[in-house]
C-alpha cells in the first residue's frame, strides 16, 4: 500500500489540526468503550444479567481480540499506511457498536462486543506513532497528552450522551446513535489527515524496516520498558473497573436515577481526566528534559496518592462532598498517560514505534482491561449476600490496592529509563 507522504516539514496549523482530528478519532474510541458503564442499569433491568455477565461484556468481551490483533495491526501499521488503518478501525468499531443495539441476549451482545474490540485494535497505536511523527521530541509528551485527553472526554461523552439517550428513549437507540456518528466520521477522517514520513524529527531513524523479532528482542532488553507496561497495566484494572461500574455504583448506593449519573459522574470525568491527564504530559516536558527517570516518577508519585483519594470518595455516604473527593483521585489516576506513553516512544527506533506501542497495549489492556471490570462485577456478586446494594462500593475499595502494585512498577522503572532511552 502507497504512502501519501506529507512535506517534510509541516506547518504548525495543520500539525494542531492533524492532532484534533486523531483526539477525535480517539474520543468515538472511548465512547463506543465506555457507554456501555451508563447503559448496564437499563440492560440489566432489561436482559436481566448479573454483575459478573456485565463485567464479561465490559471487560474480557471486549478485551480478546482488542489486545491479539492489536499487534499484528501494528506490524501491518509499521510498514504501510497508518491513517488507512485508522481509519478502517474507525468504521469497523462502529459499525459494531451500532451493532450492540440489536442484542437480544449475552451471546449476541458478547459478539457484538467482540466486534467492537476488533475495530479498535487499530485505533491506538497507530496514533502514537503518527503523533511521533508531527512533534519533536521536545513537544511530544504533551502532544501525547492533548490526545490522551480523549479518554476522560470520550468517557465522560458516552456517560452524558448514553445517559441522556438511555432516559429519553431506550439503550438500544443509545448504541445506534453513536455508532452511526463513528461511521460517519470515518471517511471525513481519511479525507484531512496526511501520512507523514516516518522518524523525520529522530536523529537514528533509518530507512530500513525492523522485523518484529528484532523489536521484540530490543524491547525484551529493556527492563524499563517492561516495567512501565506492567505498571500501567495495573493502574488500569482499576482505571476501567471505575469508568465500568461507577454509574451503578452512583445508582445503588447513592440511589441516582441515570440522567443524574450521567451528569454528576461525567463532570468528575471532564474535570478530573481532563487536569490530570494534561497536567502528567506537561510536567513529563518540562521536569524530564534532564532527567529520563521522571517520566517514571511523576505516574509513581500520582499512583502513591490515588489510593487514599478513592478511599475517602468510596466511603463518603453524601453525594456532593464525594464529588469533590472524587476529582483529585480521577486526575491522579490518568497522569501516567502522557509520560508513559512517550517514554514508551522513545525506547524503539521510529520506524518500530508502531509495533512497540502495541505490545504495551497489548500488556495494558490484556490485564487492565481484561480483569478490571470482571474482577469488580465477580466481587460483587460475591459480597451481595452480606452488602446488599453496598456489595459495589466494597469490591470497588478492595481494587484500589492495585495502584500501590502499579506505583512500585514505576519507582522500578524509573531506575533504569535513563539507560534505556534512545537519543
Known amino acids: 500500500m502507497m504512502q501519501d507522504h506529507a512535506p517534510a516539514a509541516q506547518p504548525s496549523l495543520y500539525r494542531v489540526l492533524v492532532l484534533a482530528l486523531l483526539f477525535v478519532v480517539y474520543a468515538f474510541n472511548f465512547i463506543d468503550r465506555q457507554i456501555l458503564g451508563i447503559l448496564v442499569p437499563a440492560i440489566k433491568a432489561d436482559l436481566h444479567f448479573s454483575d459478573t455477565q456485565l463485567g464479561w461484556l465490559g471487560g474480557p468481551a471486549f478485551a480478546i481480540f482488542y489486545t491479539a490483533l492489536g499487534v499484528p495491526i501494528a506490524w501491518l501499521a509499521d510498514r504501510s499506511n497508518r491513517v488507512w488503518i485508522m481509519t478502517i478501525a474507525l468504521a469497523v468499531w462502529s459499525l459494531f457498536t451500532a451493532a450492540c443495539g440489536y442484542a437480544t441476549n449475552f451471546v449476541q451482545l458478547f459478539g457484538a462486543r467482540l466486534g467492537v474490540g476488533i475495530g479498535e485494535a487499530g485505533g491506538v497505536a497507530p496514533a502514537y506513532s503518527i503523533i511521533s511523527d508531527y512533534f519533536p521530541p521536545r513537544e511530544r509528551a504533551r502532544a501525547l497528552a492533548v490526545y490522551s485527553l480523549g479518554i476522560p472526554i470520550g468517557s465522560a461523552a458516552g456517560i452524558i450522551v448514553g445517559g441522556v439517550l438511555a432516559s429519553q428513549l431506550d439503550w438500544r437507540f443509545a448504541f445506534l446513535a453513536v455508532g452511526a456518528v463513528g461511521l460517519l466520521a470515518a471517511p471525513l477522517f481519511r479525507a484531512l489527515v496526511r501520512e507523514p514520513p516516518r522518524g523525520r524529527y529522530d536523529q537514528a531513524a533509518a530507512a ?85 527517570s521522571r517520566y517514571a516518577l511523576i505516574p ?45 516512544q522513545h525506547l524503539a527506533p521510529a520506524q518500530a514505534r ?70
Open 208 to 292: 530500513d524496516r525492523v522485523s518484529f523479532g528484532a523489536t521484540a528482542r530490543a524491547l525484551f532488553a529493556k527492563p524499563s520498558y517492561w516495567l512501565l507496561s506492567f505498571g500501567a497495566a495495573s493502574s488500569s484494572i482499576m482505571g476501567y473497573g471505575i469508568f465500568f461500574w461507577m454509574p451503578s455504583f452512583l445508582v445503588r448506593s447513592f440511589h441516582f436515577d441515570v440522567p443524574h449519573v450521567s451528569v454528576y459522574y461525567g463532570a468528575i470525568l471532564l474535570i478530573g481526566g481532563v487536569t490530570g491527564v494534561w497536567l502528567g504530559g506537561a510536567l513529563a516536558d518540562r521536569l524530564g528534559k534532564t532527567k529520563r
Open 300 to 344: 509513581a508519585a500520582a499512583f502513591g496518592l490515588t489510593l487514599p483519594c478513592y478511599v475517602a470518595g468510596l466511603l463518603s455516604r453524601d453525594p456532593a462532598i464525594a464529588f469533590v473527593l472524587f476529582l483529585p483521585p480521577t486526575a491522579l489516576g490518568l497522569m501516567w498517560l502522557g509520560p508513559v506513553i512517550a517514554a514508551v
Open 354 to 423: 508502531t509495533t512497540a506501542s502495541a505490545l504495551f497495549l497489548f500488556i495494558n489492556n490484556l490485564i487492565g482491561l481484561g480483569l478490571g471490570s470482571l474482577v469488580i462485577g465477580m466481587l460483587s456478586d460475591a459480597l451481595t449476600a452480606r452488602f446488599a446494594e453496598d456489595a459495589l462500593r466494597w469490591s470497588i475499595l478492595a481494587g484500589t490496592g492495585f495502584y500501590i502494585i502499579a506505583g512500585l512498577f514505576m519507582l522500578l522503572a524509573a531506575r533504569t529509563l535513563q539507560r534505556d532511552w534512545l537519543l
